[in-house]
């Protein structure tokens, strides 16, 4: 086997085992069902042909990652008209059945993109404000401040991390009640 | 009254501060409880989402690669690494600012804060930390990718590409002269070659047909029991090493393949191991017993080194040749 055929397996295996993180990024990034299946397709088939390589010494998802963000950019480019793309559709953001995650899934779909994806990115990914500034090509302060933005935006609707914080103590009372009742 | 605004209390929050920096918020927000709750309100935040990001991660399908690591990507793990890595290496680029509120908040600040709202300032880089312990290795068993399914299409392509013009053209006038046909095919072979006479195993000749792999000529020998599936011998020429007889299974099809010095064969027919193997043991008698009459008569074995490559007209002339009318 040839080394190029060695390295492009062992991508395909990176991509594979990446994928679900990938695919919420792009539902992310897109906010709609079909422009985040098309955006996750484009992007793999992009990493698989080779169209740019991949770095060596890169941690493969922080560069997949950048990959599939670009790749976004350049779909949003070709669109006649980027901002005509309205709200992002809740409901790929959602946990099923669960009426908190609904409320927050619902204020994410009001966020920017670009807010969506740095929260994401740092809370949802566990990257460095440096790493995310990398993937989403741009400085770590504008990551901060992106972050900040979007938590600002959760904290102004303080009912429901009042009504969240109220039903997970209950939640927790309950629990507490049925381990002592045996 | 002292003022923190949300950047700084974020990277607060996400531990992302230098050391120094983190205590002197800390300072800050013992004094200021609009500020603490402002934090607080912010860490809950961060906390949901989170949570939320999680679940989004666990509603999607679990990828084709199984390994020890049930959820796809560490990204929890990663996070804590990342941060303790990232505070002990990486340049601090976030400053942070405040902004007093009077005199009356009688808070002095140190003079590592700054007066304004956020500079980012590039501190020197602090001295290298202390080698970290080599963490456990972390085994991730991946089992070989299952191979995708052969649709009708790749076997259909790979039949096509077997294909030359020599396949179609040629030798439908010997079709009755099962002498010719080995004829035709060594010529094109470049070899001494006798159709293989197989009757005795109930198997009769039906069809000599040329075909070709990587452009070179391969004959294609086709012989029908009573009943069953046809039996199909394949001589590819080219110079190969000698190769005994083995028997195996190719995509599911049983052959048997053995090499002579510049042919290679395969016979392959849905047959016990056992029948193949006599069957592939009878060619290769027959070959011998060819080769040692045809020795003892004094025939000159034709070398391929020696013959010119076989014009096109010669090649053609040796393609498709239907069933002869008397069995082998």
Redesign the interface.
Known sequence: MTATKRSGASI??KL??????L??FS?ILSGDREGAQALMRDTCQNILDGASTFPEGMAF?LWAFGELHSQWLEQLRSHINPLSKGQADPSL????G?TH?TR??DI?AKLPPQQRSA??L??????????AGRILDT???NV??R???A??S??ER?DW?ES??ASRAEVEHLDQINRQAG | MTELNDELLVAYADGQLAKDQSKAVERVLEEDQVAAQRVEALRAANAHLETQFEAMLAGEPVPGVSTDISTPAPAKGQRSVRRVLGRAVLFIWVGFGCLLGGAAAGYILHDQILPKEIQIVQLPAPPAPPPLPAPDPIIIRIPPLPAPPVTWQDDAARSYALLSRETFTLGLDASSNPDLVAFQLGKALRADFAIPDLSAANLTFERGQLLQRDGAPLAQISYLPETGAPVVLFVLAGKAKALALEEKKIEGVPVAIWREENLSFLLAGDLPQEKLHALAVTIQAQRLLAQQVAKDAGVKETSPAAEKPSEPEAATSASTVEKPNQQN
Not at chain 1, 93 to 96: D, G, I, P
């Open positions: 395909r295996t594979i085992t990446l994928s679900p993180r695919r919420r539902n998802d953001f959602e946990a099923q669960d995650s927050i899934a994410l929260v994401l740092v809370y949802g990914e566990g990257f460095s404000y440096d790493e400085t770590s302060q901060i401040a972050v900040s933005r938590l600002a959760f904290v303080a991390l969240a914080a």
